[in-house]
């Protein structure tokens, strides 16, 4: 039951699916004093696992990976036209929209970094600083 | 009764030409008939179906009084959106050095802490460990641009910084789970000699295998990741549940409801499983930078266990790493399969490597039973023994 062969037919892994749950069939042995509810249990819970394997090699093949990018381009790109329209009717109505406040933000961002980059720096030479003068410190402390 | 079975072999119901066989023989020949529901089952099923409707407006009780978190915690710590938790506990500490436990920014950290006795922080806190979680918040779209140097080199420093002022110590043990594990794993080797001892849980640092099915579809030939996030600001928190969601599709839309239905008369059940449920929907968005670069750096290429990964201006050595590590990984884990952990262990420059590979699922490791009741005081010992006592 492999759905990465290319050009299998698309009823052959639910042929393999269904072959599969029918096989685990006849494992399904119900102690003598149990009663039908643990048989149909079982029967259930595998069923379930055939179809959790095919739902996992179905969800690794080419179809179902291609499908789900096309289907999220899809959705970005109609996310990206409401945006824009929602953008468009609030600039017309003289308000501020969403791509002016991440213009602050980067402004913000950028302006944190240099300023942060800015006292590191300072810092470090605050500190060689002071260990030029603990050095000297010392060393006229011996002169002495 | 002359029920179907009795009259042969259950593949041909009329049995025609076959002799009879008694039940027990058909049972021995590990075959059953799917077919041969009395009327009296029929009648006890329906009995249970009735039993259960009337127990609803109880359910619906059960369900709105559910608490999470059973440890109780107060905020030492505070910065922007996140939240340091200390644990209280009427339990005498026994060990100096403080246990900080950081979790993954996809989900709340209260999986650590869900009820009593599923509660992997009241492991720690009992055995007289001062322990500490980290809460991330909900990002907003102003955090949008908060990438993985925000989060390692600022946020985790200065959160282990305030532990360590708040108790005094010099170091901090950690407890990473799941993203928080990989995310601990860069900070540790980052800052070494903050960091006293590592454990990592479900923790993933090498993506070369496709076991995953998560691994499969963030392929960068199917997953433009920088589209989302140009799009989104932020990965948003429904698109991340749906992918949780289906990872196990069977087991999470299907299988679920089964179990739930066929336990409904048991409130202890109920009371854990709307506690779950409580903490499976509580999903939060991802910080846009953030997921981009993990995904792109982590996902897609690998860097970290290549020791290509930077974060900010420096890069990630995980050979830097020497202090005890302990790295528990879940044999049936379909988020992150063993083979995404276990390289952690050679790809340290630790002489104390230990590992613990454990039957559960990944949020089985830390809200299972079997879990509670043989891997946590396992690790608690491990960390017991490399801990410097009061």
Same mark, same amino acid.
Do not use: A, M
């Given at each position: 039951m492999n759905g990465q062969d290319k050009g299998t037919n698309p009823m052959d892994p639910f042929t393999a699916f269904w072959s599969d749950w029918m096989a685990k069939m006849p494992g399904v042995n119900p102690p003598a004093s149990s009663g039908t509810p643990d048989v149909l249990k079982q029967m259930r819970q595998a069923f379930f696992d055939a179809m959790a394997q095919y739902a996992d090699q179905f969800m690794r093949s080419e179809q179902f990976l291609n499908a789900t990018k096309q289907a999220m381009e899809n959705a970005l790109a109609f996310r990206q036209q409401i945006d824009q329209f929602l953008t468009q009717s609030v600039r017309n109505m003289q308000a501020p929209a969403r791509a002016d406040t991440d213009h602050i933000l980067i402004v913000l961002r950028s302006m944190e970094e240099r300023v942060l980059n800015r006292l590191e720096q300072l810092d470090q030479r605050v500190s060689e600083l002071e260990n030029e003068k603990a050095k000297s410190k010392r060393v006229a402390g011996k002169k002495q | 009764m002359n029920r179907l079975w009795d009259r042969g072999h259950p593949g041909r119901f009329w049995g025609r030409g076959h002799p009879a066989r008694t039940k027990d023989q058909m049972n021995a020949t590990t075959t059953f008939n799917p077919w041969a529901l009395t009327p009296t089952d029929g009648a006890a099923m329906w009995q249970g179906f009735l039993n259960r409707m009337t127990k609803l407006p109880q359910v619906a009780s059960i369900a709105q009084k559910v608490r999470v978190g059973a440890t109780p915690a107060e905020p030492v710590y505070r910065e922007d959106k996140l939240r340091v938790l200390r644990y209280e506990s009427d339990v005498q500490k026994q060990y100096r050095t403080p246990l900080v436990v950081v979790f993954a =920014? $996809?989900? !709340?950290?209260y999986i650590l802490d869900l009820r009593p006795g599923k509660s992997v922080v009241a492991h720690f806190v009992n055995r007289g460990f001062d322990v500490y979680n980290v809460d991330w918040g909900v990002p907003a +779209? &102003? +955090? !949008?641009? =908060?990438g993985m140097e925000d989060y390692i080199e600022k946020y985790m420093v200065h959160i282990m910084d305030a532990v360590r002022d708040y108790t005094g110590t010099e170091q901090v043990n950690i407890l990473g789970y799941c993203m928080g594990g990989t995310m601990s794993a860069m900070f540790t080797a980052l800052h070494p000699d903050i960091v006293r001892n590592l454990i990592m849980l479900a923790a993933p640092v090498d993506w070369s295998t496709k076991d995953s099915l998560l691994s499969v579809w963030t392929d960068e030939k199917y997953f433009d990741v920088d589209r989302l996030i140009e799009v989104y600001g932020n990965a948003p928190a429904h698109y991340l549940q749906s992918s949780f969601l289906m990872l196990k599709p069977v087991s999470n839309l299907i299988e679920k409801y089964f179990s739930f239905y066929e336990n409904m008369e048991d409130e202890k059940f109920l009371e854990d499983f709307f506690a779950m449920e409580t903490w499976l929907n509580d999903n939060i968005p991802v910080a846009g930078e953030m997921f981009r670069q993990f995904v792109k750096n982590c996902f897609q290429r690998n860097q970290l266990i290549k020791g290509e990964l930077r974060v900010g201006h420096r890069l990630v050595n995980l050979r830097n790493i020497t202090c005890p590590i302990l790295n528990l990984t879940a044999t049936n884990d379909h988020l992150v399969p063993c083979g995404q952990s276990l390289p952690f262990n050679q790809a $340290? &420059?630790?002489? +104390?490597r230990s590992a613990i590979n454990f039957p559960a699922g990944h949020i089985g490791m830390a809200v299972g039973s079997r879990a509670n009741r043989e891997l946590w005081p396992k690790a608690c010992d491990w960390l017991a023994q490399r801990s410097e006592p009061v």
């Open positions: - | =920014l $996809v989900n !709340r950290p +779209d &102003g +955090d !949008r641009y =908060l $340290v &420059g630790s002489t +104390d």
